[in-house]
């Protein structure tokens, strides 16, 4: 079975529309939701500034892996929806069960809400990508 790469124009209209929601969407949850969650919860656990090049570089990369894994693989836009979800569930899972495996006193809470929010987010932005970069037999 022949495999037909997706055109490189199609990766980039995926990789950009997903960068754009992905920013949109999570600046949301960092201006508006987060800060009083997390400070909430677990403060003693906070940096006293964020690390920009430790932002970006997982944007970067996270985004890629949005693209790779849900994205171009899907052919339909539920597809994409669920593969990003199941995406997002995983990742932001890895992370907060680490967290909760290796912290002292890591708040359930945290993990439950951060694992949830990454399974919202990652398969709006996923479906967003999809609709904006989809085959052109969909468009």
Request: overall charge neutral; glycine content about 8%.
């Amino acid at each position: 079975m022949t495999q037909v790469s997706p055109p490189p124009g199609r990766i980039a209209r995926a990789y950009g529309a997903a960068f754009l929601a992905f920013l949109a969407i999570d600046a949301v949850w960092l201006t508006q939701v987060g800060p009083d969650f997390y400070a909430a919860h677990i403060a003693s656990h906070m940096a006293e500034a964020v690390n920009y090049t430790a932002a970006a570089l997982f944007y970067l990369i996270y985004i890629a892996g949005i693209v790779g894994f849900a994205v171009l693989p899907s052919v339909t836009l539920r597809g994409a929806l669920v593969r990003g979800a199941c995406l997002g569930f995983v990742a932001y899972g890895t992370y907060d069960m680490t967290a909760l495996a290796a912290f002292n006193n890591w708040p359930v809470i945290v993990t439950v809400v951060d694992m949830a929010w990454g399974t919202v987010l990652t398969g709006l932005v996923a479906a967003a990508s999809w609709w904006v970069a989809r085959p052109r037999e969909f468009a």
